[in-house]
């Protein structure tokens, strides 16, 4: 394997108190907040934002960071401050980007089961699309506009049926999937949707799968795009924006994912000469690499054949590893004196699978903390009480401070909304 010595978390360095995130040592993290906590760097989210905007300069495009990757009110904040777009998938998420500042005019509203009330809620707040997926949703976004009085924004996501070469819970392009439109039938209901009154013709969407390592499926995915839309187009159906989703992958271990402009260039150059303006949906590939998980070794245990470290952190903490047999990549804060030896890092819930990483080689002893990387996306956002345990806390690092933009949970605001028999 060739492992890259630099780490995936571009502002993540060896200082003298170990391991630090900008210029705050994540121990001093860890002794003020407690552990398992979340750790996000602005400056990295900063970053990856700029690469984006640098690989699309000259384009009219916007970029809508895909909420569901990682919600959290602080991080929202930080792409809305950015000038951001984002694409939503509930009514939740809406809340959330309102809650933090992001404009309603700038959101993409994706998914394949929008509830009437999540309609309504998006339609008032006057959402710029939503991207349906099914006939039956065009069927249910025109009686939700006509019964409120407004034209609804809307685009088809077709499903351009290539194979984006990733993880099958994580790719969403095939035909045979629940997502999008087929590409069949996308003509058929922009027709239908042109002669409604009730909703207004703003764009198409497509979006293939996620962690997408190869440009190629997406830019041939852009091709069959713009072959629909200049077919539209003859039929006097136009188009305000072309929506590319998201997916770009990210360097967990030893991946080598496309350059920013390597991704982007051959996207651009299948829509040359076209004048809509292009929306991205991209969520890992902003988020991913600019947060970890700080956890802290409970116990050491040894059996016959292999050395477990039992973390304060678990499954339900970042579903990834048991979820998807995800690697994330894991340094200990402090080099130790104890010697390295391959561990299992595993977390305290009661399941086998419940595991972070296997054979790591690490110094270890109880106490130390060890920073589990990448875990910026698909972390926090899919974590859960499993085995009554509140989730993590969040901190954001900007510079030399740590701000707490999420409290760790406490027991009782766990079982809070229960109750017992009278
Ligand atoms: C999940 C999702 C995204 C974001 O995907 P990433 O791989 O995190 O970039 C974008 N658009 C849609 C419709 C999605 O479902």
Same mark, same amino acid.
């Given at each position: 394997m060739t492992r890259s010595s630099a780490f995936p978390v571009a502002t993540l360095t060896q200082g003298s108190s170990g391991l630090q995130l900008e210029a705050v040592a994540l121990a001093d993290i860890a002794a003020r907040f407690g552990t398992p906590t979340y750790v996000y760097s602005r400056a990295a989210l900063e970053m990856a934002w700029q690469n984006w905007a640098k690989a699309l300069v000259g384009r009219d495009t916007l970029v809508c960071y895909a909420v569901k990757a990682n919600s959290n009110l602080g991080i929202l904040n930080v792409f809305a401050r950015l000038g951001a777009g984002f694409d939503i998938v509930s009514g939740g998420e809406l809340s959330r980007v309102l809650a933090a *500042? *992001?404009?309603?005019? +700038?959101v993409v509203f994706s998914g394949v089961g929008k509830s009437r009330a999540e309609m309504q809620q998006a339609l008032r707040a006057g959402v710029r699309c939503f991207n349906l997926e099914s006939p039956a949703e065009l069927d249910r976004i025109e009686s939700v506009a006509a019964e409120i009085g407004v034209r609804a924004p809307i685009a088809f996501r077709v499903n %351009?049926?290539?194979? %984006? +070469?990733?993880h099958p819970y994580i790719s969403t392009g095939l035909r045979d999937n629940k997502f999008g439109v087929a590409f069949d039938e996308a003509l058929a209901l922009y027709r239908k949707a042109a002669a409604s009154r009730h909703v207004k013709i703003s764009g198409i969407a497509c979006h293939i799968g996620s962690q997408l390592l190869d440009p190629a499926p997406m830019a041939e995915a852009a091709a069959k795009i713009r072959g629909l839309v200049e077919k539209l187009e003859s039929e006097g159906i136009t188009l305000e924006h072309i929506d590319l989703g998201g997916g770009l992958g990210i360097r967990y271990d030893d991946e080598q994912p496309p350059g920013m402009s390597d991704y982007t260039a051959p996207l651009l150059a299948a829509m040359e000469g076209r004048k809509e303006q292009l929306c991205f949906e991209p969520g890992r590939s902003l988020v991913g690499n600019a947060g970890l998980l700080l956890t802290q070794v409970e116990y050491l245990k040894h059996s016959p054949t292999k050395n477990f470290a039992i973390v304060d952190a678990a499954m339900n903490d970042l579903a990834r590893p048991a979820l998807y047999n995800a690697y994330h990549e894991m340094v200990a804060v402090k080099p130790g004196t104890a010697t390295a030896q391959s561990y299992e890092i595993v977390g305290p819930i009661c399941e086998s699978g419940d595991f972070l990483g296997h054979d790591r080689q690490l110094a270890l002893a109880e106490g130390d903390l060890i920073a589990i990387l990448s875990a910026g996306a698909y972390g926090m956002a899919m974590s859960s009480n499993y085995n009554t345990r509140g989730r993590c806390a969040e901190v954001m690092v900007d510079g030399d401070k740590m701000h707490l933009v999420r409290q760790r949970e406490s027991i009782e605001s766990l079982y809070a909304l229960e109750s017992v028999l009278p």
């Open positions: *500042g *992001g404009a309603a005019d +700038k %351009p049926d290539v194979d %984006p +070469k990733t």
